[in-house]
């Protein structure tokens, strides 16, 4: 049935539709962290193929998801029985005004292309950590990365995008244009419409310069609270993030990994502000350099096979010597998970905290925890695993960052999104997509709730 009904769909289509069977179906069917089987996906080349999926999926009843990347944990770029839209090939990197800084950035493009793109114009944006990572998938999310201290989030340079609303409209998006619409998607996640374009203020940036200096996991405790503090006194222009790594067998030992990115290539400011990282505790290696910022971004780690991540994370208003002595006594050690505590702060604290949909930013940290599951796990099961993994900091923390979040749960979303924000959301989401077309996305349950 949903075979002849797909063949139709693409004679109205410049894009292509892949049906299962294919080999291109059997390359795009699952995401980063979900295996999927969807009905069909469709490789939209067009705003009008768009318009057309979307009136497919609404006629047919079909679950919809929309891709950019495909790197996002909670797998909603792909689905069982339903829909996909593919946006690889709204992938464009385009300096819009040299003298202003503005470019435009296809939904579709992946974050390590995109860099490298700005990087030949001396250019950067506040964006992921990995190459793969989408970039509409991450901005729509609000965007934590190298430059979230100097440079505030990804959406806080973002003055502008395309999208195509549920019922087929193609707007532009602004503080002056649907204000209210461009107040949600900073943050507020794919569930008002097809964002297939961001107009961004970049950054010039020449150069960075990175790297990192690995300690004693026995040490844990102290490095963690010595970093702390040199995060407290560093220059907004030091970005940096620590790892409690508790392993791989014998092969790969246990570790507290600091790692860094200084805004800017003037050495001598850089060496000041980066020694006191280099002196938190015995110090094992340690690797500094200058590099473009693109360079920063690595390629993405995948779960092991046969395994998912169903991790969690949270926010740490501050990072007490209470939470640093349970990140030190649960995370890191051998046989314990691991965790990520990213510093916070600068540019990202100054803009209110209701100026965009996201909501957390008076937070020090945001801390990381992933958890695995087996790829067939049920939801039951991975909120058991989830829930034994992040135990230890649940009472600790507070909110979730929808970019990090692996499932879709009522919960999860709850925590992302305070009770002003989510309400706020929610009239947004009936505005505009008042059937719930998009309801594979964060806050599906929005517009169910609205006219309850």
């Given at each position: 049935m949903?075979t002849?009904?797909?063949?139709e769909l693409?004679?109205h289509i410049?894009?292509e539709?892949i049906?299962p069977?294919?080999?291109?179906?059997e390359?795009l069917?699952?995401?980063?962290n979900?295996?999927?089987?969807?009905?069909?996906?469709?490789k939209a080349q067009t705003?009008?193929?768009?318009?057309?999926a979307?009136r497919?999926?609404r006629?047919?009843?079909l679950?919809?998801s929309v891709?950019?990347?495909?790197?996002g944990?909670?797998?909603?770029a792909?689905?069982?029985e339903?829909?996909?839209i593919d946006?690889?090939a709204?992938?464009?990197v385009?300096?819009l005004?040299p003298?202003?800084?503005?470019v435009?950035?296809g939904?579709?493009?992946?974050w390590?292309?995109a860099?490298?793109a700005l990087?030949e114009h001396?250019?950067a944006?506040?964006?992921?950590?990995t190459?793969?990572v989408g970039?509409?998938?991450?901005?729509l999310?609000?965007?934590?990365?190298?430059l979230v201290r100097?440079?505030g989030?990804?959406?806080d340079?973002l003055?502008a995008?395309?999208?195509?609303t549920?019922?087929?409209?193609?707007?532009?998006?602004s503080?002056?244009e649907?204000?209210?619409?461009f107040w949600?998607?900073r943050?507020?996640?794919g569930?008002?419409?097809?964002?297939?374009s961001f107009d961004f203020?970049?950054?010039?940036?020449?150069a960075?310069?990175g790297?990192s200096v690995?300690y004693d996991?026995a040490?844990?405790?102290s490095?963690?609270?010595?970093?702390?503090?040199?995060?407290?006194?560093?220059p907004e222009?030091?970005?940096s993030?620590?790892?409690?790594?508790s392993?791989f067998g014998a092969?790969v030992?246990?570790?507290?990994?600091?790692?860094?990115?200084?805004?800017?290539d003037?050495q001598?400011?850089a060496?000041a502000?980066?020694?006191?990282?280099?002196?938190l505790?015995?110090?094992?290696t340690?690797?500094?350099q200058?590099?473009?910022?693109?360079?920063?971004?690595?390629?993405?780690?995948?779960?092991p096979?046969?395994?998912k991540?169903?991790?969690?994370n949270?926010?740490?208003?501050?990072l007490s010597?209470?939470?640093i002595a349970?990140?030190?006594a649960?995370?890191?050690?051998?046989?314990?998970?691991?965790?990520q505590?990213?510093?916070?702060g600068?540019a990202?604290a100054?803009?209110?905290?209701q100026?965009?949909a996201?909501?957390?930013?008076?937070s020090e940290?945001?801390?990381i925890?992933p958890?695995?599951?087996?790829?067939s796990?049920?939801?039951?099961?991975?909120?058991q695993?989830?829930?034994?993994a992040w135990g230890p900091?649940?009472a600790?923390?507070?909110g979730?960052?929808v970019n990090?979040?692996?499932?879709?749960?009522?919960?999860s979303?709850?925590a992302a999104y305070?009770d002003e924000?989510?309400?706020r959301?929610?009239?947004?989401?009936?505005?505009?997509?008042?059937d719930?077309?998009?309801?594979?996305?964060?806050?599906?349950?929005?517009?169910?709730?609205?006219?309850?």
């Amino acid at each position: 049935m949903h075979t002849e009904r797909f063949a139709e769909l693409s004679q109205h289509i410049a894009g292509e539709v892949i049906m299962p069977g294919s080999e291109t179906y059997e390359h795009l069917r699952n995401v980063f962290n979900q295996t999927g089987s969807p009905a069909g996906i469709v490789k939209a080349q067009t705003h009008q193929d768009i318009v057309e999926a979307l009136r497919f999926a609404r006629e047919q009843e079909l679950p919809l998801s929309v891709r950019s990347g495909g790197h996002g944990l909670s797998g909603q770029a792909t689905n069982t029985e339903g829909l996909v839209i593919d946006l690889a090939a709204f992938h464009q990197v385009e300096i819009l005004d040299p003298k202003r800084h503005l470019v435009r950035l296809g939904a579709g493009a992946h974050w390590g292309e995109a860099a490298q793109a700005l990087a030949e114009h001396g250019l950067a944006i506040s964006s992921g950590d990995t190459k793969q990572v989408g970039v509409g998938g991450l901005t729509l999310g609000g965007g934590i990365g190298w430059l979230v201290r100097t440079h505030g989030l990804t959406i806080d340079s973002l003055c502008a995008a395309e999208l195509v609303t549920a019922d087929g409209r193609i707007l532009r998006v602004s503080v002056e244009e649907h204000p209210d619409l461009f107040w949600a998607i900073r943050g507020g996640g794919g569930n008002f419409g097809v964002v297939t374009s961001f107009d961004f203020y970049a950054i010039p940036c020449p150069a960075v310069i990175g790297g990192s200096v690995i300690y004693d996991v026995a040490e844990a405790e102290s490095v963690l609270a010595a970093w702390a503090q040199a995060m407290r006194e560093a220059p907004e222009e030091l970005n940096s993030t620590i790892l409690l790594f508790s392993g791989f067998g014998a092969q790969v030992p246990p570790r507290v990994s600091v790692l860094f990115c200084y805004a800017g290539d003037a050495q001598a400011k850089a060496d000041a502000a980066i020694q006191p990282l280099l002196h938190l505790g015995t110090v094992q290696t340690q690797h500094i350099q200058k590099m473009p910022y693109h360079a920063m971004l690595e390629d993405a780690v995948s779960p092991p096979p046969g395994l998912k991540n169903v991790g969690h994370n949270g926010f740490l208003k501050t990072l007490s010597n209470e939470a640093i002595a349970v990140l030190a006594a649960n995370y890191g050690q051998p046989g314990k998970p691991i965790a990520q505590i990213r510093s916070l702060g600068g540019a990202m604290a100054r803009v209110r905290s209701q100026a965009t949909a996201f909501a957390h930013r008076e937070s020090e940290a945001l801390v990381i925890v992933p958890a695995f599951a087996p790829v067939s796990a049920g939801e039951v099961q991975a909120q058991q695993i989830r829930q034994a993994a992040w135990g230890p900091l649940a009472a600790l923390s507070r909110g979730a960052f929808v970019n990090f979040l692996t499932d879709a749960s009522q919960a999860s979303v709850a925590a992302a999104y305070p009770d002003e924000t989510f309400a706020r959301l929610a009239s947004i989401k009936a505005t505009y997509d008042p059937d719930n077309l998009f309801n594979q996305n964060w806050k599906s349950k929005l517009a169910v709730k609205t006219q309850a």
